[in-house]
């Protein structure tokens, strides 16, 4: 069979952006420009479902290793989000010799991800940045996320191939590649969130990586999802980086405040709150799709994918824990908030009664 391996590494830069902007970016960096993107609408897509447009173009130099050059092809959505995607083709390959490849080549991920990041240090001066967000959106970066294509089977029905090589698809997902001996646990783990539509076709989604099976070889539509499903789980490692990181540390430095009694004035204190409340709404807007899926896939085939991935992903854990540590940060400002002000007006009634005093004695 053949194999194509889909290397996907995603980068937020920094603020929304307008058509005019990208291509003005894109102009100032070596590459050429591909064709429109557009999904497979072969498998009950509605006519009215409208997908994010990303701008394409292949950056240059292409990635290369030894002897061999693989392509690399970029997308930059409207949300801010650039999409890297380097492809290693290996024509008639078994399962085996794909997971002894892999065992033989281990730094080809960082050396993947080392290549993206020069790609991304040569676009990112050219974007604007949104200065409210910068603090919390420049550290963004996902990990090298891998996508198995594989076409040309010499299965009919793809069950029965997932079936008889659930040792080999186990330990190329789990990234143990010269390991056979899984449990009957693991192995089910592994494979439990697949999707099919046609019986000669497969999406297996884990948290490492996938394995997609089509003999036809049409896999656009399925990276498509999964590349909006890393995005989202970008944003939300960026928003929980930012939380525990900046946020802990502005708590840390006023820590020093709250062991003063008499507690007037607390530094930022009206634009932290401020600055929580805006990214609560962020953070709502941003993963909106989590709540709202069927409204843009409705009960269709891509649908299956989006769930199966975001439960692979543990997206909605995630975004509950997020939630969960903004509401105890939020009411942390609030009951400092209170604080500062009862000691304002315990300050008011001291003085005030200063004045009475100071007024009776002068009178």
Not at 75 to 99: A, C, M, Y
Not at 167 to 193: D, H, M, P, V
Not at 202 to 223: R, T
Not at 227 to 245: A, P, R, S, T, W
Request: glycine share 4%.
């Amino acid at each position: 069979m053949d194999i194509k391996i889909e290397y996907l590494i995603f980068y937020d830069l920094g603020s929304e952006l307008s058509y005019e902007e990208i291509e003005g970016a894109l102009e100032k960096i070596p590459r050429e420009n591909v064709e429109e993107y557009s999904l497979d609408e072969e498998k009950e897509t509605p006519d009215y479902i409208r997908y994010p447009e990303p701008v394409l173009f292949n950056p240059r130099p292409d990635f290369t290793r030894g002897d061999e050059t693989y392509p690399v092809t970029g997308k930059i959505f409207k949300s801010g989000t650039l999409s890297l995607r380097v492809t290693v083709t290996l024509p008639d390959t078994s399962l085996d010799e794909l997971n002894e490849f892999l065992a033989e080549n281990r730094s080809l991920s960082e050396e993947i991800r080392h290549h993206c990041n020069e790609i991304h240090r040569q676009l990112k001066p050219h974007f604007p940045v949104d200065i409210s967000r910068q603090e919390f959106y420049h550290s963004g970066q996902s990990e090298v996320y891998p996508v198995f294509c594989l076409s040309s089977t010499d299965f009919e029905d793809t069950a029965r191939m997932v079936d008889q090589n659930s040792e080999e698809i186990t330990a190329l997902l789990n990234r143990r590649y010269r390991q056979r001996n899984f449990s009957g646990e693991q192995k089910e783990i592994t494979l439990n969130n697949r999707v099919r539509f046609y019986n000669n076709d497969c999406s297996i989604i884990h948290w490492n990586g996938s394995l997609l099976i089509d003999n036809q070889g049409q896999f656009s539509s399925v990276l498509f999802i999964l590349e909006l499903v890393n995005i989202q789980f970008l944003n939300l490692m960026v928003y929980d980086d930012y939380v525990d990181n900046f946020l802990s540390d502005y708590m840390g430095r006023i820590d020093r405040f709250l062991k003063v009694r008499l507690l007037l004035h607390v530094p930022g204190l009206r634009n932290r709150i401020s600055e929580i409340t805006r990214l609560r709404v962020e953070i709502d807007r941003i993963t909106e799709m989590l709540d709202n899926y069927e409204k843009y896939f409705g009960e269709w085939y891509l649908a299956r994918i989006y769930t199966r991935a975001c439960d692979a992903f543990e997206m909605e854990r995630w975004r509950e824990l997020l939630q969960s540590r903004l509401e105890k940060v939020t009411e942390l400002y609030s009951m400092l908030e209170e604080e500062v002000n009862r000691s304002r007006m315990l300050f008011l009634n001291v003085l005030t009664l200063m004045l009475f005093i100071l007024w009776f004695v002068i009178g």
